[in-house]
């Protein structure tokens, strides 16, 4: 029997027991940053000769030259056109309907003009550059590929440089024909932290990007980290989690396989089940026992539940609304009546899933808004991968002879008050009656 926990927030301890559920060990593994920081001064000192080594140690790819780890275009188109019918129809919907989403995002230039005649505003403009890595191996995500190009696509960004590992030199081909769908510019088959250093520091083949964005591993999680300033990342993502909030009136098998849909991404991912209904969360239980035996990945997901998953009896729904804002949960299904009465009032949730039908998966895939999401409470403080993050903003000021009159007053005044005299001179100079 499948030893998941159960809590109720009526227990004695349940704050403590929540705290406890829900602490996750973010701090970097040394010995992984160790590893991690030695090749990255490898690739930033020696280039393409320190990619072709690495490739080789750890992805078993033995080549003469980074140009042979290069995909042609033509390989990519290749690929796409060789899919199953069914296949390639399923890829070209969720493609457009991720772009017919992320259209709504782009952000657009602004001014106004003052009574005297200065100028503000706010100037945007797409990122030049851009390096998408993509898990390769046995986990390989096409709909990574998608999530992470597609708005970048549609702010304007010029290249896209893709990385993705080929241990072994198994390539999925529903990766590169996503590439091809999103117009991918380059694609390079190299993975780790190798491939962070690329993008992040260039090599003689692959050009320096200005931001790198998606998945990895905890060798490319750390490598992100380190190289952050030197370029710009999308976020360090930690372990999936999906928090159900159900009413109790849907189908129970339905909530036990949505708790495993996050459960079979990794042994550290979490769901979390809250409900009222105490003889409910009996029979989502019931379900999971019987559930779990044909899931082909079942070892991950009993590791998942039964290390981090919970299911926990709140007082009422305001209560469990309570306890999502504390969680503030990667992805949050409200599972209940009127759903959108309830999801106003969620402060803090990567994406939210309102109602019995819409599963967590939609959003993986196709439903439209991107599935790159925050997680380990970060959801308090940031948001879903967006156009917005391929655009850049710069503010305008055209100051008018009489606006430099007024403002330079003020500027000089404050700047005397700060001990910066060249400052208050610099706006004195331009002073009218001087």
Not at 5 to 29: I, K, Y
Not at 190 to 202: E, K, M, P, T
Not at 330 to 340: F, G, Y
Request: aromatic share 6%.
């Amino acid at each position: 029997m499948l030893n998941i926990r159960r809590l109720s927030t009526q227990d004695v301890g349940f704050a403590a027991a929540l705290d406890a559920l829900l602490a996750f060990e973010t701090a970097q593994d040394t010995s992984i940053d160790n590893t991690v920081a030695d090749i990255l001064a490898q690739v930033k000192q020696r280039g393409d000769a320190a990619v072709l080594e690495y490739t080789a140690r750890f992805d078993r790819l033995t080549v003469q030259s980074m140009a042979d780890l290069e995909l042609p275009k033509d390989r990519l188109e290749d690929a796409f056109n060789k899919l199953d019918a069914e296949v390639k129809t399923a890829l070209l919907a969720a493609a457009e309907r991720v772009r017919l989403y992320h259209e709504r995002q782009v952000q657009h230039s602004w001014s106004y003009t003052e009574a005297d005649g200065t100028l503000l505003g706010q100037q945007i403009t797409p990122l030049d550059r851009v390096g998408l890595y993509v898990p390769g191996g046995k986990a390989a995500y096409p709909s990574s590929v998608l999530m992470n190009a597609i708005p970048a696509k549609v702010a304007g960004v010029q290249e896209l440089i893709m990385v993705v590992p080929t241990p072994d030199g198994v390539v999925n081909q529903l990766v590169l024909a996503a590439a091809h769908v999103c117009g991918v510019t380059r694609v390079f088959t190299i993975g780790g932290a190798q491939a962070v250093g690329a993008l992040a520091y260039g090599t003689e083949t692959v050009p320096q990007v200005d931001k790198i964005v998606g998945p990895g591993n905890a060798y490319v999680a750390a490598a992100k980290r380190r190289v952050f300033g030197v370029v710009g990342i999308d976020m360090v993502a930690g372990p999936s989690e999906i928090l159900v909030i159900a009413d109790g009136k849907t189908d129970p098998d339905w909530i036990a396989m949505d708790l495993f849909s996050q459960a079979e991404h990794d042994e550290l991912a979490q769901s979390i089940l809250l409900c009222p209904d105490a003889a409910y969360i009996d029979r989502v239980a019931a379900s999971i026992e019987k559930l779990l035996a044909d899931m082909p990945r079942k070892e991950v997901i009993t590791a998942s539940l039964t290390g981090r998953g919970a299911l926990i009896q709140v007082r009422d729904l305001d209560e469990a609304i309570t306890i999502s804002n504390q969680i503030a949960p990667e992805h949050l299904e409200l599972s209940v009546e009127d759903p959108q009465t309830w999801a106003a009032k969620i402060k803090h949730a990567g994406a939210i899933f309102m109602g019995r039908m819409t599963c967590e998966a939609l959003g993986d895939y196709c439903a439209g808004p991107n599935h790159v999401l925050p997680t380990s409470r970060t959801a308090r403080f940031s948001s879903p991968l967006g156009v917005y993050d391929f655009q850049k903003r710069s503010s305008l000021i055209h100051v008018s002879p009489e606006g430099a009159n007024t403002l330079g007053n003020i500027a000089a005044t404050l700047a005397y008050g700060e001990g910066l005299q060249a400052h208050a001179k610099s706006a004195e100079y331009r002073l009218k009656h001087r």
